[in-house]
């Protein structure tokens, strides 16, 4: 369990050959498993693969910091919880907080309340130079904290982490100002 | 819970935009989401900027989620079909004896989890520490029913959760219960998993709850944080799990919830 305990701080670290070997290491047994569920190998894979993404976003958010059980059982419970629900009618899979559901209730002429503007808010982000690209992530992906930004990237305070993040938001924001106005002028 | 008042928002220290940051890192207190939620229906800016910033969120989630994915279809690439099927005869062959309607059943290796947990938890107690029980007698107190009343969704959803919740007030655990757990595996549902482990350990079913608690496939709501940290400490208190009992109760200790003082005072009865 320690060494496993180990990968997870090495995944969080960045190491995308953790990931790697994680999927390697259980994709046959996966495949297997979901063959008993009588899913097709095209299918299954999707489903391996939305696994491994959710088991990474865990351990990424900081929810996942330390196994109670081996990695194993977690992705394959992970796992068994996608295929029970691919056999059954197919839901939106969007995961809404508990919170955003309410948003979205009050709110749902305003702007952010349609999927085509994540899309949207998603192109901008790409727009943006790498440096707010990686503030942004670690604060809005990695939950991390202003101190532990100003760590990771080098920055000389906390304040200078917060003043950097809320231009790049700013920049978000003139892009999408600037795409809503061309698509109205187009 | 304190009712919040938007008139007295000054009195509590913290600004709008530290509450947003809070919010969006998932690190709300119960208090605080009760401001936010009284800030939403009156400041249009306030709920303007959480709704931007959630969308961000958002967005970079899915950003990230292609990334990756794609570069686990590039992974792909490196097993080729054929390999695929030699090893999904070889591997299915070793697994013969099993059941594959087992599998369906309410988690298999959970339940074996479970067993052993309640035995360790009945050897813990017998040996151990006659009093996790008491403790754990003293600070249980079932948690109310929050959801019914404004249970909006798909009308199926919507009829099946009035029922469990009509369950839950009869304290008709068992079959609250079942259908707490059709429930778990809808999406837009995101309590059952909290009522399901309460109707389990309602109706005593300590290490059941404990394992629907810590369900990775659980997206806890933040509302629903700290109590599903303060009963999941309660129930591996029950067992006499206190190793884990114990770091939960200190994470609701500093979250400066309205727990935080019965975490403390149960912190030091369990020394």
């Known amino acids: 369990m320690d060494r496993e305990n180990n990968l997870i701080e090495q995944i969080r670290a960045g190491d995308k050959k953790e990931i790697e070997h994680i999927y390697n290491q259980h994709r046959e047994e996966f495949l297997a498993y979901a063959d008993r569920f009588s899913i097709q190998t095209d299918e299954a894979v999707d489903i391996y693969q939305d696994s491994i993404i959710v088991l990474y976003e865990n351990i990424m958010s900081q929810k996942l910091t330390s196994l109670t059980s081996s990695l194993k059982t977690y ?3 992970i796992g068994k919880y996608k295929m029970l629900n691919s056999m059954k009618v197919k839901q939106p899979t969007e995961d809404i907080t508990a919170y955003e559901y309410l948003l979205h209730e009050e709110t749902d002429h305003e702007f952010l309340s349609k999927e085509e503007n994540i899309e949207k808010m998603q192109t901008a982000y790409r727009k943006l130079g790498a440096k707010c690209r990686e503030v942004l992530r670690l604060y809005y992906y990695e939950n991390q904290s202003l101190q532990e930004i100003m760590q990771k990237l080098d920055y000389a305070s906390k304040d200078v982490v917060k003043s950097q993040k809320s231009r790049c938001v700013k920049q978000i924001r003139e892009i999408l100002m600037n795409t809503r106005w061309t698509e109205k002028n187009s | 819970m304190c009712q919040a008042n938007p008139g007295n928002f000054n009195e509590y220290e913290m600004d ?3 509450l947003i940051a809070k919010y969006i890192q998932g ?4 208090q605080e989401l009760e401001i936010i939620r009284e800030l939403i229906q009156t400041d249009e800016d306030f709920r303007e900027e959480l709704a931007f910033e959630s969308g961000l969120r958002r967005a970079i989630k899915q950003e990230e989620r292609q990334d990756l994915k794609s570069f686990l279809a590039e992974l792909e690439k490196g097993h080729s079909s054929q390999a695929d099927s030699e090893n999904l005869q070889t591997i299915n062959h070793q697994h013969k004896g099993s059941n594959a309607k087992k599998i369906l059943q309410f988690s298999v290796l959970g339940k074996a989890a479970a067993v052993l947990l309640i035995g360790f938890g009945a050897w813990w107690f017998l040996n151990q520490s006659p009093d996790h029980n008491a403790l754990y007698n003293t600070y249980y107190e ?3 029913n929050i959801v019914a009343p404004t249970v909006r969704g798909p009308e199926s959803t919507a009829s099946i959760t009035a029922e469990a919740f009509r ?3 009869n304290k008709d655990f068992p079959a609250a219960a079942t259908l707490f757990e ?7 549902a995101s309590y059952a998993h ?3 482990a309460q109707s389990l350990l309602a109706d005593g079913h300590a290490s059941e709850a404990i394992e629907v608690l810590e369900d990775p496939n659980w997206e806890v709501p933040d509302n629903l944080r700290t109590p599903r940290n303060w009963y999941l400490a309660l129930a591996h208190l029950k067992i006499g ?7 939960l109760l200190e994470q609701i200790e500093r979250a400066n919830s309205t727990k935080s003082g019965e975490a403390k005072r149960l912190l030091d009865e369990m020394k």
């Not at chain 2, 059709?182 to 837009?188: A, P, S």
């Not at chain 2, 799990?241 to 770091?247: H, I, L, M, V």
Request: overall charge negative; cysteine-free.
């Open chain 2, 167 to 169: 369950l839950y007030d």
């Open chain 2, 142 to 144: 079932p948690y109310p």
């Open chain 2, 182 to 188: 059709q429930l778990t595996k809808r999406e837009d």
């Open chain 2, 27 to 30: 690190k709300v207190t119960e």
């Open chain 2, 16 to 18: 709008r935009e530290e």
């Open chain 2, 241 to 247: 799990n206190t190793e884990k009992s114990r770091p």
């Open chain 1, 75 to 77: 992705l394959f419970a």
């Open chain 2, 194 to 196: 909290f009522y399901l």
